[in-house]
């Protein structure tokens, strides 16, 4: 008679697991100026990231993945960033990673660009919790627009983490280049409206 109520039990914690525990980290903020025409960019430039991690080169990275599945998308042109690197020079920007709205004008018009975008990194890497690990990214972007300079959209991203199955039954997650992908994945989604 006592088996029923553990069978249930049972039951009931295998069926909460499967809907709580397999799901990653997902949050977003969306701003979309809905007065820009989103359709008359054609031509982007990327700056370096800002880097708020303890790695050193995981703006750089994250960075080369924002660029290479925009570029990929087929929607835009992505400016080099030896081009990029040359327009920073010419302007001798102090802080290219956070340029002002005069900046962005000046900077956009000397490499051609329609639009802007900066970035901020302020997670990258493993995460603990308890004796489970696992690969996590938070990334803020922010496109502005080259003839005025000011931001017409912004999003941020947070992917990977422990999850609860990964507490239960041990495991890493996914690997960090997957969880960046997925990140960057989200955030096109939203540029693009999808």
Known sequence: MREKPKARLG???LLFLVFIGCASTKSNVVFRDPKMDFGAIQSVAVMPFTNLTR???AGERVRDVFMTMLQATGGLYVIPPGEVGRGISRLSLERPAAPTP???TKFAKIVNADAVFTGTLTEYGEVR???STANVISLSLQMMEAQTGRVVWSASSTQGGVTTS???FG???ES???TVQKAVDDLLEHLFGK
């Open 11 to 13: 039951a009931a914690l």
């Open 55 to 57: 790695d050193t080169l």
């Open 102 to 104: 005069e900046e962005v």
């Open 129 to 131: 919790s308890g004796t």
């Open 166 to 168: 990964d507490r239960l």
């Open 171 to 173: 495991g890493g997650g």
């Open 176 to 178: 960090m280049n997957a």
